[in-house]
């Protein structure tokens, strides 16, 4: 049963929250849907995916401080993913000469193959997940929820400043 299903009496919630459960159980369910995928016909997990497209976005290499922030995660949880990824010879660590603790984290032209024949399937299956809504659809969905966005962040923003 998803988050929206839970939802007893639906009728009684407020549309805003029954649209917030919508929204998120459709994220998930995409969200799985790339996960089948990427194991399916790549071998890999999502958590690798994004750490090769923050690489893929930055040709001159990540150190894993700023693998950490651009992911939202642990040093501890890049490290044991660049780990897997150089066994593998789809990432290396270059050394900063600047700073001989450091290092710089970049895609090998195998890892860039890879990501880019990764990227094609995920895109596809983005484009899939929305493929009952036509273009015009997509396009209002796409600007009414950047005004939720803008809104949200606004009022995020308001509350931090006042605290």
Known sequence: MDLEARLQGGAQHPQALRLWLRLLTCSQLIEKQVRVGLREQFGTTLPR???MAQLERAPEGLKMNELSKR???????????TDQLVGE????????AADRRACRICLTPKGRKQFIDM?????????????ALGD?????????LGRVKEHTKSTLNTALDQA
């Open 119 to 131: 990227a094609k399937a995920h895109e596809g299956w983005i484009v899939q997940a929305f493929a």
């Open 49 to 51: 995916f994004d750490l």
């Open 89 to 96: 010879g789809l990432v290396e660590r270059v050394e900063v």
């Open 136 to 144: 015009k659809d997509v396009a209002t969905l796409h600007r009414l």
């Open 71 to 81: 992911m939202m995660v642990t040093g501890g949880n890049i490290t044991g993913i």
